[in-house]
């Protein structure tokens, strides 16, 4: 594994069916992070963790889950899927968040999630 | 929080020429503003970044200016090749809870 890697690359998905998604870094950064890109709307910060054990809510938040159980691993949940979170969906880490530390953040290739 | 605006939404130039992206921020306290290309069905990758402290920053064909007192900065590409078509992303942030984004700008390289 080099960088950040995401599964599926795709997925179709009927409205109500549970989803996670996954992303995982072999950087060994403290900081990872959940957008949705939609067209019109750019990206969009979803959840976030500064570090392993914590998370914290970004700008739509609402039907997502996440968990950071360890340094590599930032999965993203979708309990009960629903239209509107038709999306393309970035993971990116950074080293660190915040402060003289901010530094570049590094993105996966995606996974495109259909709800029907 | 932070609200980032991006403009404009789409461009076009001659191949050759320059092109130049605008973005404003809201929020004073964000103090990291780079800057993102993103090619069809990929990832965004970042191609150049400023910190606060720093009011300009080039990078071969690509530079970035920022005003900290108007609350905006700006992506300059001089000498247009085709493979600059791609859509770009501004960004502000510097807090822990990671960057806000523009809208993105879809430029187009004519040749």
């Known amino acids: 594994i080099a960088g950040i890697t995401q599964a599926p690359t795709s997925q179709i998905l009927a409205a109500g069916r549970r989803m996670t998604l996954r992303c995982t870094q072999d950087?060994?950064?403290?900081?990872m992070y959940w957008y949705r890109q939609d067209l019109g709307l750019g990206l969009r910060l979803i959840h976030y963790?500064?570090?392993?054990?914590?998370?914290g809510k970004g700008e739509v938040p609402d039907g997502y889950s996440v968990s950071r159980a360890n340094t590599d691993d930032f999965p993203l949940t979708l309990a009960s899927a629903v239209p509107s979170q038709t999306s393309v969906y970035f993971c990116?880490?950074?080293?660190?968040?915040?402060?003289?530390?901010?530094?570049?953040?590094?993105f996966g290739p995606g996974t495109r999630l259909t709800v029907l | 929080g932070e609200n980032v605006e991006q403009h404009p939404s789409t461009l076009s130039v001659q191949e050759g020429d320059s092109a130049v992206i605008k973005c404003t921020y809201s929020?004073?306290?964000?103090?990291?503003f780079p800057w993102y290309k993103q090619e069809l069905g990929k990832g965004p990758q970042l191609i150049i970044d400023?910190?606060?402290?720093?009011g300009e920053k080039k990078d071969q064909r690509i530079a970035v200016t920022l005003n900290k007192t108007a609350k905006h900065f700006s992506l300059h590409i001089t000498e247009t090749q085709p493979e600059d078509s791609a859509v770009y992303f501004c960004?502000?942030?510097?807090?822990?809870?990671?960057?806000?984004f523009g809208k993105g700008t879809h430029l187009i390289i004519q040749p």
């Open positions: 950087m060994r950064h403290n900081a």
């Open positions: 960004a502000a942030g510097g807090g822990a809870d990671g960057l806000t």
């Open positions: 990116a880490s950074s080293v660190a968040s915040g402060g003289a530390d901010y530094n570049e953040q590094f």
């Open positions: 929020d004073s306290a964000s103090n990291y």
């Open positions: 400023i910190r606060s402290n720093v």
């Open positions: 963790s500064n570090t392993a054990g914590t998370t």
